[in-house]
């Protein structure tokens, strides 16, 4: 990949966050996402502390968060998916572009998350 191709797949590739209050919800939301080709993978991590505004009140919570890397094209598709799976009334959906990686990487994010 040359310099000009890297700068374009870099565009292209994001990390999404999600969270979640248990363990085994945030694997299946994991594993779900990468099953339907919607994410390359998913790194989980927690527990982590939440500390929140919710409906006037601030809460705090455990909760596990959700890394998802795919692609600028399959975006819309990943959170539409999330929001349908996900349990919470507004799961927190981030997504953030990764401004440089390894063009093997990111050509093999391109590739598993290839309609």
């Given at each position: 990949m040359d310099d000009e191709s890297t700068a374009a797949a870099v565009l292209?590739?994001?990390t999404v966050l999600t969270t979640t209050d248990a363990e085994?919800?945030?694997?299946?939301l994991a594993r779900g996402a990468v099953g339907a080709r919607l994410a390359?993978?998913?790194?989980?991590?927690g527990p982590v502390t939440s500390v929140y505004r919710w409906e006037g009140d601030i809460e705090t919570a455990q909760e596990w968060q959700v890394l998802l890397k795919?692609?600028?094209?399959?975006y819309a598709?990943?959170?539409?998916?999330?929001?349908?799976?996900?349990d919470y009334d507004t799961p927190e959906i981030i997504a953030t572009?990764?401004?440089?990686?390894?063009?093997?990487?990111?050509?093999?994010?391109?590739?598993?998350?290839?309609?």
């Amino acid at each position: 990949m040359d310099d000009e191709s890297t700068a374009a797949a870099v565009l292209t590739v994001l990390t999404v966050l999600t969270t979640t209050d248990a363990e085994h919800k945030a694997r299946d939301l994991a594993r779900g996402a990468v099953g339907a080709r919607l994410a390359a993978c998913a790194q989980i991590t927690g527990p982590v502390t939440s500390v929140y505004r919710w409906e006037g009140d601030i809460e705090t919570a455990q909760e596990w968060q959700v890394l998802l890397k795919t692609t600028a094209a399959r975006y819309a598709a990943l959170e539409a998916w999330l929001t349908d799976a996900h349990d919470y009334d507004t799961p927190e959906i981030i997504a953030t572009p990764v401004a440089r990686g390894s063009a093997a990487y990111l050509e093999w994010v391109e590739r598993e998350t290839a309609e």
